[in-house]
C-alpha cells in the first residue's frame, strides 16, 4: 500500500476503510445502524429529497474542485428543501466510486459538503460506497415542516405576483468563463470572482423561509407556490404553471441579473443565462401582490416581482418597452439530460 497518504487510492483501503475515514465527518451518535433515526417535532411533515451528481455531467475537474463538487451537491438538496418550505434535519450520501480514485479526492469532497450543510446546522447520518465505472453522488436530504407552510408548485391562482428571491444567470455566467478564460476580459477580477463564486460555491435560499413566514403569519391560512430556480427561471415557472393550471406573464425588464451583465454581455445572451442558465439555486414563488411587495422589500437587492401568474397555460416574456417581441418560454433551450 502506498505510504503517501494524499496519494492512496480508494482501492488500496477498501470500503471499510474508506467509510471509517468518512464518519468523522458524521456525529458519532448517528451512525453504526442500518438507518438514522430522525426525531421531529410535533405537528411537523418530514420533507424528503434525493439530487443524483455525476462526473463529467454535473461537476468536472476544469470547473469544480472536490470542496466545490461537495458544496454544490449539498446546496443543490438544502435548496430543494427550502422550495418546499422545509428546515433541513440532515443528510445521507451515497457513492460510486472507481476504485483508482485518490481517497485524498472523496475526503476533500466531503469536507465542502461539510462546509455547507455548517452553516445550516446539517449533519451527514449515514450513506453507502459502491464500485463504480464513473464518480456518482447521490444525497438524500431530509426536512421539516408545519404542514400549514407546505410550499407546492401547484398551488398558483391567477393574479399571484411572481417574486424571485434573487438575480439569475449569475451561475451559468461563472461556469463560462470558467471553461473559456478569455471571456469578459473587460470584467474587473472583483466581479469575475463573484460569478465564478456563484457557480461554485451557491447559496441555499433557507434564509428566505423565516423572512417569509413573518409576512404570513396574519395569513396563516394563505398557501402560495413555488420552487427553486436550480433549472432555470423558465423552466420553475413552466412547471409551477402546469402543476396549478395557469398561465403567467414574464416582464422582460423586471427579471434581475448581476449588473455586470450590463457591460459584458448583450441583452439577449443576458437574458438567456438568466432564463436557461439554471443553478441558480434562488426560490420562485408566487403570492398575493402585498405580500409579494413585503416580501421583496425585506429581502432587498436582487429580490425582484418578475412578473404575474394569468388564466391560460402558456408562460410569456413580456417587454414593456416593446424592444423585444413576446416569446412563449418552453423547457427545450434549457439542459436536457437525455437531449439529442
Not at 457513492?95 to 462546509?115: C, K, N
Not at 407546505?150 to 471553461?179: K, Y
Not at 398575493?288 to 397555460?313: D, F, M, W, Y
Request: include cysteine; hydrophobic fraction near 40%; charged fraction near 15%.
Amino acid at each position: 500500500m502506498n505510504s503517501d497518504l494524499s496519494s492512496q487510492q480508494v482501492k488500496d483501503i477498501g470500503e471499510q476503510g474508506l467509510l471509517e475515514r468518512l464518519q468523522r465527518f458524521c456525529p458519532p451518535e448517528m451512525i453504526g445502524d442500518d438507518a438514522a433515526v430522525l426525531e421531529t417535532a410535533p405537528e411537523q411533515s418530514l420533507v424528503v429529497t434525493t439530487d443524483v451528481l455525476v462526473d463529467g455531467v454535473h461537476f468536472s475537474n476544469l470547473t469544480t474542485s472536490p470542496e466545490d463538487a461537495g458544496w454544490r451537491a449539498a446546496a443543490a438538496n438544502l435548496s430543494d428543501l427550502a422550495a418546499m418550505g422545509a428546515s433541513p434535519l440532515g443528510i445521507t450520501v451515497g457513492l460510486g466510486l472507481p476504485g483508482e480514485l485518490r481517497v485524498s479526492w472523496v475526503e476533500r469532497l466531503y469536507q465542502g459538503m461539510t462546509e455547507c450543510l455548517q452553516k445550516y446546522n446539517t449533519p451527514i447520518v449515514g450513506g453507502d460506497v459502491v464500485r463504480s465505472p464513473v464518480t456518482t453522488l447521490s444525497i438524500t436530504a431530509f426536512g421539516q415542516v408545519n404542514p400549514s407552510q407546505i410550499i407546492r408548485r401547484s398551488a398558483a391562482v391567477v393574479g399571484d405576483a411572481i417574486v424571485v428571491t434573487g438575480v439569475h444567470g449569475a451561475s451559468h455566467a461563472g461556469l463560462e468563463l470558467l471553461l473559456h478564460p478569455e471571456l469578459g476580459q473587460n470584467l474587473k477580477d472583483a466581479e469575475r470572482t463573484a460569478l465564478i463564486r456563484a457557480h461554485q460555491r451557491p447559496q441555499p435560499r433557507l434564509d428566505v423561509l423565516p423572512i417569509l413566514w413573518k409576512i404570513l403569519t396574519p395569513n396563516s391560512q394563505l398557501f402560495i407556490a413555488g420552487m427553486d430556480s436550480s433549472d432555470g427561471l423558465a423552466d420553475a415557472m413552466i412547471q409551477i404553471c402546469r402543476a396549478s393550471g395557469v398561465g403567467a406573464v414574464l416582464e422582460h425588464r423586471q427579471i434581475p441579473v448581476p449588473k455586470t451583465f450590463n457591460h459584458w454581455l448583450p441583452p439577449e445572451q443576458a437574458l438567456q443565462y438568466a432564463l436557461y442558465g439554471g443553478e441558480d439555486f434562488e426560490l420562485v414563488l408566487c403570492l398575493p401582490q402585498e405580500l409579494a411587495s413585503a416580501l421583496v422589500q425585506h429581502l432587498g437587492e436582487g429580490a425582484a416581482i418578475a412578473g404575474r401568474i394569468t388564466a391560460g397555460s402558456t408562460v410569456i416574456l413580456h417587454d414593456e418597452q416593446k424592444k423585444f417581441p413576446d416569446q412563449v418560454l418552453n423547457l427545450s433551450q434549457g439542459f436536457q439530460h437525455f437531449g439529442q
